[in-house]
């Protein structure tokens, strides 16, 4: 393969297989498109799976909004057995007789304790910093630190026994929020302990389980059409921000904002509500929206002000190489 990187946007929505790390599962679609500028929007541990958003040139500019986001996942958990992870990757630390049948309405007392506004303890082998040096790394050298609980929110939790010994948990929760950490904390309300034995991500954001592209499949694609086959599974920038407001500029405003100039009210010639929750511009409380040119050409992300103009706050400018 030719080693000349090319400019490639778009989103490609990966279903990350077990084993390898976001970052080997991103360097190996970087490498097949031969792309220049890529990145992921929150990492997997490698034996986590599930829902990868990788971007590619003009869509990293929203990759900050996605990290933010809101994600899903479906977890299973060992009962009865605590780890140095969390998870049945680490060593064990504790092991304790598992309680019998959980009776359902335990079940349900730990959903509404584990649910809203939650201070969380971060795993040791997350990749938070401490002193300059990641958790996970320290946690190699056999040490432990101090970890200040952060808040997270979990928006919804079910909780389901499946086997005497386990749990299936469906998390939907905000930006942040362990699920390593969720079930250890529901394994010692137990009594009893709990690890993470498989953890599936079904959902990012906007973006849900259904558009996944398993890695296996992106392979194929290559071997049987090129960087042209995966393109064709690319997604475009704005597909990440589907759920924000929009508003379409006429031509010669469209052609202002290029060159950083804001648009009257009057050069609005289309638009679309979002949903009650697209975000804000910091604590202006100005609307962020999406904005399209006449000839429904993705534009820029930006804000549209108590007067009425419109303010454009990050342009992109598509390759030649990216989705319709």
Same mark, same amino acid.
């Given at each position: 393969m030719?080693?000349?990187r ?6 490609l929505l ?7 790390s ?13 792309a220049?500028?890529a990145?992921?929007?929150g990492?997997?541990?490698?034996r986590?799976t ?13 990759? %900050?909004?996605?990290? @933010?986001?809101?994600? *899903?996942? =479906?977890?299973?958990?060992r #009962?009865?057995?605590e780890?140095?992870? !969390? &998870? ?16 359902p ?10 649910s ?7 795993p ?5 910093k401490?002193?300059g040096?990641r ?6 050298? %056999?040490?432990?630190? @101090?970890?200040?609980p *952060?808040? =997270?929110?979990?928006?919804? #939790? ?5 086997? !005497? &010994?386990?749990?299936?948990l ?12 969720l ?15 498989t ?14 592209v ?13 960087v042209?086959a ?8 704005e597909?990440?921000? !589907?759920?924000?407001?929009?508003v ?15 648009a ?21 409380g ?5 904005i399209?040119d ?19 706050r ?5 390759? !030649?190489?990216?989705?319709?």
């Amino acid at each position: 393969m030719a080693s000349k990187r090319r400019e490639v946007d778009g989103i490609l929505l990966l279903d990350k297989p077990r084993g390898r790390s976001s970052n080997q599962a991103l360097g190996r679609v970087k490498y097949l498109l031969q792309a220049k500028k890529a990145g992921h929007t929150g990492a997997l541990d490698p034996r986590a799976t599930g829902l990868l958003p990788l971007c590619f040139g003009q869509a990293t500019k929203v990759s %900050g909004w996605l990290l @933010d986001s809101d994600k *899903r996942y =479906v977890a299973e958990a060992r #009962l009865g057995v605590e780890t140095d992870s !969390a &998870d049945l990757d680490g060593a064990v630390i504790r092991e304790a007789a598992v309680p019998p049948p959980i009776e359902p309405a335990t079940l349900r007392e730990l959903e509404r304790r584990f649910s809203g506004d939650q201070a969380q303890v971060p795993p040791m082998v997350s990749a938070l910093k401490h002193q300059g040096k990641r958790l996970y790394e320290l946690a190699r050298q %056999g040490v432990e630190v @101090d970890r200040p609980p *952060r808040p =997270v929110q979990i928006h919804s #939790l079910e909780i389901e026994q499946i086997a !005497a &010994d386990g749990l299936r948990l469906k998390v939907h929760c905000s930006k942040g929020t362990y699920i390593r950490s969720l079930v250890a904390d529901i394994g010692h309300a137990l009594g009893c302990g709990a690890a993470v034995d498989t953890l599936h991500r079904v959902g990012h954001g906007h973006f849900d389980a259904a558009a996944m592209v398993s890695l296996d499949a992106i392979e194929a694609a290559f071997e049987a059409g090129g960087v042209a086959a995966i393109e064709a599974l690319l997604q475009p920038a704005e597909a990440a921000l !589907a759920h924000w407001p929009s508003v379409t500029l006429a031509a010669a405003a469209s052609a202002a904002m290029r060159h950083g100039n804001p648009a009257a009210p009057t050069a609005v010639i289309g638009q679309a509500p979002g949903a009650a929750d697209a975000p804000y511009e910091g604590d202006t409380g100005w609307p962020l929206v999406r904005i399209f040119d006449d000839g429904g050409r993705f534009l820029a992300v930006g804000v549209r002000d108590p007067d009425g103009q419109i303010r454009a706050r990050r342009l992109f400018v598509p390759a !030649a190489h990216a989705p319709a």
